[in-house]
């Protein structure tokens, strides 16, 4: 995201994982997010899931049901941040799985996650 300082130059806006977070987290305040294993595989299955983000810490078997679901149904999934920051976020208990429910919330959260996993070293 570019935004222009006051002499008419564009200026880089660092996307850092609290940046991301902080996006979900008002995502989330807007009721357009839903977390577990159950309510987000049924929202896969309904089409009303729009991206999916999976804990890293989430059990490997749990993690390949989810991304096999959404690959089956073309819901883009992410693999990111751990289950205290994504329930942090949300203000819950820790959460392995969360879906975005909204098709705005989840392009900008897609674009930034994109833009987060590019500046993160391997």
Same mark, same amino acid.
Not at 66 to 85: A, G, Q, T
Not at 107 to 120: G, H, P, Q, S, T
């Given at each position: ?6 002499? !008419? $130059?564009?200026? #880089? ?7 991301? *977070?902080?996006?979900?987290? *008002? @995502? @989330? ?9 159950? !309510?987000?595989?049924?929202?896969? /299955? $309904?089409?009303?899931?729009? *991206? ?6 989430? !059990? +490997? ?5 989810? #991304?096999?679901?959404?690959?089956? #149904?073309?819901? +883009? ?13 949300? /203000?819950?208990?820790?959460? @392995? ?5 909204? #098709? ?16 993160? +070293?391997?």
């Amino acid at each position: 995201m570019a935004v222009k300082n006051n002499k !008419s $130059q564009s200026v #880089e806006i660092e996307i850092t994982p609290n940046r991301v *977070l902080s996006f979900i987290g *008002l @995502a @989330a305040k807007a009721g357009r997010i839903i977390a577990g294993f159950d !309510s987000v595989s049924i929202s896969i /299955g $309904q089409k009303t899931a729009k *991206l999916v983000i999976i804990a890293r810490d989430t !059990s +490997p078997g749990t993690a390949r049901k989810i #991304e096999s679901l959404c690959i089956k #149904e073309h819901v +883009p999934v992410y693999r990111f941040f751990d289950k205290n920051s994504l329930g942090d976020a949300l /203000g819950k208990s820790p959460k @392995a799985i969360v879906a975005v429910m909204d #098709e705005n919330f989840a392009r900008e959260i897609a674009v930034k996650m994109d833009r987060l996993i590019r500046n993160i +070293p391997e």
